[in-house]
């Protein structure tokens, strides 16, 4: 089993920031890319940013220039640092992951728990 265990999120006003972080755990052999995906009310879930083990990246329109996303490969982690935050950034944030297990080989895909960030006055 891989899993992923994300923190840093809480209550910002608008203008501030957070930096959420997301540790990967369990048989993995090696992991291709991480992303952060969120989930508004009443929303679908969308991505937010990803990156590859090469360290390209990738950002929705929404929040290109605000947040940034990066890796530590070594200690199979991942985070988003989070500026200029709005209201509509309101959402549980969602670490994801995918790789291969060392355990037999084979691909895998987690999710984290979710984590919240609420911005608002």
């Known amino acids: 089993q891989v899993q992923l265990v994300e923190s840093g999120g809480g209550l910002v006003q608008p203008g501030g920031s957070l930096r959420l972080s997301c540790a990967a755990s369990g048989s993995i052999f090696s992991i291709n890319a991480m992303a952060w995906y969120r989930q508004a009310p009443g929303k679908q879930r969308e991505l937010v940013a990803s990156?590859?083990?090469?360290?390209?990246?990738n950002y929705a329109d929404s929040v290109k220039g605000r947040f940034t996303i990066s890796r530590d490969n070594a200690k199979n982690t991942v985070s988003l640092q989070m500026n200029s935050l709005k209201p509509e950034d309101t959402a549980v944030y969602y670490c994801?992951?995918?790789?291969?297990?060392?355990?037999?080989?084979?691909?895998?895909?987690?999710w984290g728990q979710g984590t919240q960030v609420t911005v608002s006055s």
């Open positions: 994801n992951a995918y790789g291969t297990m060392r355990s037999n080989w084979k691909a895998f895909t987690s």
């Open positions: 990156i590859i083990s090469g360290g390209s990246t």
